[in-house]
């Protein structure tokens, strides 16, 4: 299994980001995808979700209606569009095969957010 992710960056309060992760060594078409977060001193946790078709997601409270997540089955990634950033999103983003709880024990190096003036 091979998770790559990219895309993060230093971002001002209000902008906007798109997130890419690659996928390789499984199936990617038969698994719900989901992105996570994980800030300084916090626990990682779900952010996005989507199932196999893409007709179905769901999103945590802090990020709904900012951001998006799609996924393209012909390139085996999964992406995430953020938003109207806040402080508050800054964190390393990761996603991970599975509807919120991570199928793999790997992860992949994530990509690091960070929304400062």
């Known amino acids: 299994v091979q998770l790559v992710e990219s895309g993060g960056g230093l971002v001002q309060p209000g902008g906007s980001l798109s997130l890419s992760c690659a996928a390789s060594g499984f199936t990617f078409s038969s698994y719900s995808m989901s992105w996570y977060r994980q800030a300084p001193g916090k626990e990682r946790e779900a952010v996005a979700v989507i199932d196999i078709t893409g007709g179905r997601r769901n999103y945590a409270d802090s990020v709904k209606g900012r951001f998006t997540i799609s996924r393209d089955n012909t390139k085996n990634t999964v992406y995430l569009q953020m938003n109207s950033l806040k402080p508050e999103d800054t964190a390393a983003y990761y996603c991970?095969?599975?509807?919120?709880?991570?199928?793999?024990?790997?992860w992949g190096q994530g990509t690091q957010v960070t929304v400062s003036s």
């Open positions: 991970n095969a599975g509807w919120g709880m991570p199928v793999y024990a790997y």
